[in-house]
């Protein structure tokens, strides 16, 4: 079972980047999907999550109307849209699987992680 993210990279302030996040190994379709980050020293925070119907998103209130949250379940795949990027939104991101039916927000509810891929944000 393997949760792979891509996407990161540099980017200035007031762009955007698109993080990709491909399951393998099983059928996540079925699974609420979330985004989380974390900072140099910092714990790692929520950000966003879908459920697996895709009929409900959450994110934090920090990436509220900058970050979208979607999946393809047909491809085993979420994103992460995000735009008008702060320096802020600096951490490296990490994708989440979470197979209890229900659409947490906490880290320490989700099953399954990927290994994060880092986004940077230069002011």
């Known amino acids: 079972v393997q949760l792979q993210a891509s996407g990161g990279g540099l980017v200035q302030a007031g762009g955007s980047l698109r993080l990709s996040c491909a399951a393998s190994?099983?059928?996540?379709?079925?699974?609420?999907m979330g985004w989380f980050r974390q900072a140099p020293g910092k714990e790692r925070e929520f950000v966003a999550a879908i459920s697996w119907t895709r009929s409900n998103t959450y994110y934090a209130d920090s990436v509220k109307g900058r970050f979208t949250i979607s999946r393809d379940n047909a491809k085993n795949t979420v994103y992460l849209q995000m735009y008008s990027l702060k320096p802020e939104d600096t951490a490296v991101y990490y994708c989440?699987?979470?197979?209890?039916?229900?659409?947490?927000?906490?880290?320490?509810?989700?099953?399954?992680w990927g290994q994060g891929t880092l986004v940077t944000v230069s002011s």
């Open positions: 190994g099983r059928t996540f379709s079925r699974d609420a």
């Open positions: 989440a699987a979470d197979s209890s039916g229900g659409t947490p927000l906490a880290p320490r509810h989700y099953d399954y």
